[in-house]
């Protein structure tokens, strides 16, 4: 089986994780990407394939179709994704996380993983 992992669920659990750990609600593209790498990472050392999506047009599309839960913004020079004040952390959980396989899950929760973070 070959997991096809989206910006989308890149990013958002990213972001649940940073703010478990460090209640920080910007990621950089590049911490992004990291912990996407360290995810796939993970899946490949227990033998399962898994594949980024990651391109101008599917963050175009993830600000488009979740625009209530993320938005692009610039700090210190770099841009990356924040997750709009008024979105709780049970929010994000919800909407991004019960679809999820669970070898994908515990990849995006694994402490390697977060650590590309920074948190």
Do not use: H, P, W
């Not at 360290?38 to 490949?44: A, G, K, Y």
């Not at 396989?101 to 590309?116: G, I, K, P, R, Y």
Request: charged share 25%.
């Amino acid at each position: 089986m070959c997991f096809y992992i989206g910006i989308e669920d890149l990013a958002a659990n990213a972001l649940i994780e940073s703010i478990r750990r460090a209640e920080k609600k910007f990621l950089t593209y590049k911490e992004i990407e990291n912990y996407g790498s360290r995810v796939v990472e993970l899946l490949n050392e227990k033998g399962e394939k898994a594949v980024l999506i990651l391109s101008r047009e599917s963050t175009n599309a993830l600000f488009r179709n979740y625009s209530d839960f993320f938005q692009e913004k610039n700090v210190n020079g770099e841009m990356g994704i924040e997750l709009k004040k008024e979105v709780t952390l049970e929010n994000l959980i919800n909407q991004f996380r019960g679809y999820l396989a669970l070898d994908v899950l515990m990849a995006f929760v694994n402490e390697n993983s977060v650590q590309a973070l920074g948190v």
